[in-house]
Structure formats: C-alpha cells, structure tokens
C-alpha cells in the first residue's frame, strides 16, 4: 500500500516535470487497470480470458456516441455499466465452456464485436470514423488516476471477500468448489463482469486523448494480450504484480518503441520468457529475493560493526 | 425416518445403463455401506446424489423433498455433503482456507466470517489435522487429504455425507484411524453412506449394506445377511477371496 501512495505522489506530481510525459503516464495506468481487472478474474478461476479489447473498445465507442451528451464522469459510469451487462450476456454464453474452448471463443468476440460496429456503421449512421472532442491530457491523465485507484481499492475488497474465496476455490477445483455450496456460474458470471467494468471505463477515460479512431482500431486484440503479458510480467499470484506488470510495460513500450520498434519486442519477448522461466512469481517475486540477499548483506554489515565496537571497546 | 429415499434411479451413459432402475433408501442416522466391483456404479450413484451429474430417470427425495433437477450447490445446502474418490482439495489455498470454503457456502443461510472461522477451526480439530492449519495443502499426505476433504464437507454441517473411498490407498492404521472417524462422525448424527472396497471397514462399521453389479441393486441388508447371500459371494465376495489366495 505504501507503493500505491508514492505512485500517486509521483503521478500528482508529474506536470512538474514537464508535459510531454503525460501520454506515456497515462499509457501506464491503462495497462496497469487492464492488467489489474484481467488478472482479479482470470489470474484467479483460471479461465484464461482474451475478451479485454472487447470491454476496452467498448469504453472508447461508449465516449464517442455520448460526448456530445453527456459529462465524462457520466460517460465514464456508462461504459461501465454497458460493458458489465455485456460481459454479462457474453459470460452466460461463454462460462459454460472450459479451458481453450472458453479462451477462444473470447477472442471470437474480439473479432466478432468491431465487426458489427462496423456494420452498424456502414448500414445504419453511414459515419466512417470517431472523432473525439479534444481534452487536456493532463485530467485525462488525473481521471486514470482516479480510476486505477478505484480499480485497486475495488479488487482489494474483493480478494478479501467471500466473492474473492469463492473465485479462488472455482480456481482450485470447480467441480469442489460446487459440491462445497457455491453457485460457480453466478460466481464466474459475476466476477467476469465486474473485470469488465474498469475495462470499460478505462477505454472511456482514454478516448480523448485518441482525437481519432474506428472500431479496428479500438477493438485491436493487442489491448487483449497486453493485460496477460503484463500480469504474467509483474506477477498474477498478488494485487500488486498486474500493477507493476503493466505500468513497466507500458513505461518500456511508449519510451523504447519509439526510438527500437523491433528491438523492443524482441527484447521485450525474451525478458518474458526469462521472468516466466526463473521468476514464476513475476517481477514482485524479486522484492523478497532482493529483501533476504540486502538483508542477509545488511545484518552482515552490521554484526560486523557491533564486532569492531566491541573490540574498540 | 428415511432421511433419503431414490425411486427407479437410472443413469446412461450412451447406449449404457450406469445406473438401472434402482430404489435405495437410507435411515436417519445410520451408516450405510454401498459395494460392488469396479464400474458397478458406485460412484455414479454418488454423483446422481450430489447432482454431479443429472439422472437419465427416477426421482429422489430428501426428507421428503424433491431434489432431482437441483443445482449441485443447492443440493450442499439443503444438507448433503460429500469427499471425492480422487480427492479434489483446492490446491491454491492452505489447509485451513479450504475447510473455511465449506463453512461459508455450504449452508442456506448467511454466516458471519468469525462464526465460519470458528466452524472450520472445530471441524478441522474434528479430524485431528488442527496442527496442518497453515500448511499449504499440496503438503499434505493422501490420508491427511482425504480427512481435509471430510472436514471441509462437515464445515458445510450436513444431515448427510457421501464417502466416496475414503480409505482407498491408506495403510492397515489409517484404516483404523479413518474407521474411527467415520463411527465419530455417525455420533455426532450424521447420516453416512459410504463406498468402500476394504471390507474390513465396511464389515465393520456400516449398520446396512448395499450392492451393485452392472448398475443394479442386487443385495441389500445386514452386513450378516450380505456376507451369507450366495449372489454376493459369488460376484463380489468370493472375487475378492479368490484374487487374494
């Protein structure tokens, strides 16, 4: 928690430091909620979910039919809530499957989904195209903020509730978890949902800061995946792994993209597969590593003082 | 009182009659042992039960109650609980946590979390595993396992609980030891039907048999009767007799 309250600190601050910034921070905290909310359900039941870009697109098409309406905040609640009765009615279909059948017919509404806006579109409103009402990015920038700290808050609750109990025991052995009281579709449905929602927002508080997009764009099924790689980055096990996982991902993506594209996932690709390989727990497995060894060293150190006193004495 | 009562209770698999047209009851209170050789339907019945799986046809009640057609988690709170014959115990959670599952769940009401702490706490005593409260369960042998399984079930306070091979893969102690669990368990009031291939257990223990062959009720009785009808013998008992000679 202590971490949490230098980040925003550190984000309070940022304009300080000059603006360019700001669209790099507020990559992060994209990728940090996504990673967040995507790991609180499937990190948790196991049900390997790719349906991310399907509630983050959502979010941004949600700010481009209301902005002209309706205030952020209210935007912002809409997407929300549309995206939580979408995940809803998609979960009813999708939670019944298991394993890789449910994965990928989760990625089938990633494709399928941007396809109907499409159609809509063309058939229907004959609008090609979103463009946003421009916004100052620095409370675009604030309002993540916000949001991720919701995000955090809201996930928190629900590790420590019987909600989160009832999710760890379906990641357990749902069969179990069943026989043991649990009404394992409302749990997953539920839960699947609830992700969707700061999925949702996060798309909405984002799209100002987009000036332009379309449902391709909005849709891509690279905001599916960047929430998986950066939880399994940071770590999946803990509330703060899916954190740091996604804002050093984001960090290294809008800094390092630019100057090596190709490098940097190619170097980014083989970081993963080293984290996945030594450090099962993720990037937060290293703090208690790095406590035992510094602590090890300090205790050293200091034994070692004592030691000289007691001789100087 | 019969506590649960089944009526032509059948179940296919394809073509295949797991389970054909049997009618079973159990008495309040009483330990009732269910054999038979492998793939007589053991297993499926305690599925068809616990609504693990639906019934092809037949009814059952449950002090009077319908319960075919009900949700597996329902059927745990109306107040039947049961262990697995390869155990499935929620390998991400300490002992304890698992145990904690079933005090918060298994009933209709709501709990508070410092009464379903207290429930998991005595029912893990129950068993005698208090010592592994915080150990992760993957730590655990089969027989504590398996006693972590019927501590979890106990948590969720049934009226009812299915065994399903508790002691399968336990040595000549844990036999003993489980034995002794499960006559604790029948004190406390619980009705018990129990699957089990050790005999001598269910010689020993169990109040009434029953048995199945290719998914039929082909004996039921005093564990005198049953060891004595030259039907079971002939499939099951002698089987046994002959395989160990």
Redesign the interface.
């Known amino acids: 928690m202590g971490f949490l309250i230098l980040l925003i600190a550190f984000v309070l601050t940022f304009p300080l430091y000059g603006g360019a910034r700001t669209r790099v921070l507020i990559t992060m905290l994209v990728y940090a909620i996504l990673a967040m909310s995507w790991a609180m359900f499937s990190g948790t039941t196991g049900y390997m979910s790719l349906a991310p870009a399907a509630f983050f697109g959502t979010g941004i098409y949600t700010t481009y039919l209301l902005q002209n309406h309706l205030p952020l905040p209210i935007i912002i609640v809409a997407a929300g809530l549309i995206s939580f009765v979408l995940a809803v009615l998609l979960g009813l279909v999708t939670l019944r499957l298991k394993g890789i059948y449910f994965t990928i017919f989760t990625f089938g509404l990633v494709v399928f989904i941007p396809n109907v806006v499409t159609y809509v579109e063309g058939e229907v409103t004959q609008h090609h195209g979103w463009y946003f009402n421009v916004l100052d990015r620095t409370i675009i920038l604030y309002t993540m903020l916000g949001l991720a700290v919701v995000t955090v808050l809201a996930i928190y609750l629900i590790r420590r509730s019987?909600l989160g109990?009832?999710m760890?025991?379906i990641?357990?052995?749902e069969?179990?978890?069943?026989?043991?009281?649990?009404?394992?579709t409302r749990t997953k449905v539920l839960t699947f949902a609830i992700s969707a929602i700061f999925m949702g927002a996060a798309g909405a508080v984002l799209a100002p800061s987009l000036s332009y997009s379309n449902p391709t764009i909005a849709y891509s099924a690279f905001y599916s995946f960047v929430p998986i790689v950066a939880a399994v980055f940071g770590g999946m096990g803990s509330l703060q792994g899916p954190i740091v996982g996604g804002l050093l991902f984001g960090f290294l993506e809008k800094t390092l993209k630019v100057e090596w594209n190709t490098y940097f996932m190619l170097g980014f690709g083989i970081i993963i597969v080293l984290v996945i390989l030594f450090l099962p727990t993720g990037m937060v497995g290293l703090v208690p590593i790095l406590r035992d060894k510094l602590g090890g060293a300090i205790s050293k150190w200091r034994k070692g003082r004592e030691g000289e006193q007691h001789a100087n004495t | 009182m019969r506590i649960l009562e089944g009526q032509g209770v059948t179940k296919y698999f394809g073509g295949l009659a797991a389970i054909s047209n049997v009618d079973f009851h159990v008495d309040q209170g009483e330990i009732l042992g269910l054999i038979g050789p492998n793939g007589a339907g053991k297993t499926t019945l305690f599925n068809l039960i616990s609504a693990a799986l639906p019934a092809s046809s037949g009814g059952m009640r449950f002090k009077g109650q319908k319960i075919s057609g009900l949700k597996p988690h329902r059927i745990c709170q109306m107040g039947i609980a049961r262990t697995f014959q390869e155990t499935k115990v929620f390998g991400n959670m300490p002992v304890i946590q698992n145990v904690l599952v079933g005090a918060f769940f298994g009933k209709p009401t709501h709990i508070s979390g410092a009464a379903a702490a207290n429930e998991a706490t005595q029912a893990l005593e129950f068993v005698g595993l208090s010592a592994t409260s915080a150990a992760p369960i993957k730590d655990l042998t089969l027989a504590q396992q398996k006693r972590v399984e019927v501590a979890r079930a106990l948590a969720t306070k049934p009226e009812l609980l299915l065994l399903d091979e508790l002691m399968a893969g336990l040595t000549p102690t844990e036999v003993g030891e489980a034995m002794e669990l499960v006559t604790r368990i029948r004190d406390k009031g619980i009705t018990i039907i129990m699957v089990e291939h050790v005999m001598k257990a269910i010689m020993g223990i169990s109040t009434r048999v029953m048995v199945l062959h290719h998914g039929e009720k082909i004996a039921e009785g005093t564990c005198n009767e049953i060891s004595c009808n030259k039907t079971v013998i002939d499939i099951y008992l002698g089987e046994e007799t002959h395989a160990a000679s």
């Open positions: 019987r109990l009832a760890q025991s990641g357990g052995n069969e179990a978890a069943e026989h043991m009281g649990i009404d394992t």
